[in-house]
Each structure stands twice: as structure tokens, then as C-alpha cells.
């Protein structure tokens, strides 16, 4: 079993600054990637960031610039600093992983942090 504990989302004015944490536990050979989505109320989730295992990010356009996503491999704690944040940021945030648990690729999520900017 593997569980995703989130920490870092709040309350913030735009232009601010919050730091969200990731930080994986549990019976996981191998993680191949992890990352962040969010998901507004009624709309699909959607990618923030992502890092691979070998470094290499992948940024939504829309937070390109501002965001930056940052693994710690000894602890399995991914990291998303986010800068210049905008009201249209407000949502809830969802970790992400994917890796090999047993013998099978899979994927989990974190159960969402709320990110809310005010303008």
C-alpha cells in the first residue's frame, strides 16, 4: 500500500508565494515520476508539473515561468514552489505518482490541498 500525504496549500494574496509538499510512504520498488494536477470543480483535472526519474519536467503553459516542481529521492518527497500566483490558481492540488508497488506499475494520489488566492 502506498499513501501520499500533502501539506503546503492555504490562503494567499496574488503575487504571493506557497511551497506544496509530497511525501511518499509505503511498499514502492521503484517511482518513475511524480507530480502534481489540480482539478476546479467541474472541469477535468488537470497537469500542473511532473518530474521523471531522470530530471527531466514537464510544466502546464499556464504556470510555466512561475512554478517549479523539485524531488528529494532519499525521502520520496516531491516539492512544487509556486510563485506569482494568481487567483486563477484556487483549486484543489492532487499529488501524483506512478512507480512499480509489488510487481506492477501503478499510479496514486494524494487526497488534495487546497490552494486559494486572493486578488
Known amino acids: 500500500q502506498v499513501q501520499l500525504v500533502e501539506s503546503g496549500g492555504g490562503l494567499v494574496q496574488a503575487g504571493g508565494s506557497l511551497r506544496l509538499s509530497c511525501a511518499a510512504s509505503g511498499s514502492i520498488k521503484s517511482i518513475n515520476a511524480m507530480g502534481w494536477y489540480r482539478q476546479a470543480p467541474g472541469k477535468a483535472r488537470e497537469l500542473v508539473a511532473v518530474i521523471i526519474n531522470d530530471g527531466s519536467t514537464n510544466y502546464a503553459d499556464s504556470v510555466k515561468g512561475r512554478f517549479t516542481i523539485s524531488r528529494d529521492n532519499a525521502r520520496n518527497t516531491v516539492y512544487l514552489q509556486m510563485d506569482s500566483l494568481k487567483p486563477e490558481d484556487t483549486t484543489v492540488y492532487y499529488c501524483?505518482?506512478?512507480?512499480?508497488?509489488?510487481?506492477?506499475?501503478?499510479?496514486?494520489w494524494g487526497q488534495g490541498t487546497q490552494v486559494a488566492v486572493s486578488s
Open positions: 501524483y505518482l506512478r512507480g512499480i508497488v509489488g510487481s506492477l506499475w501503478s499510479v496514486y
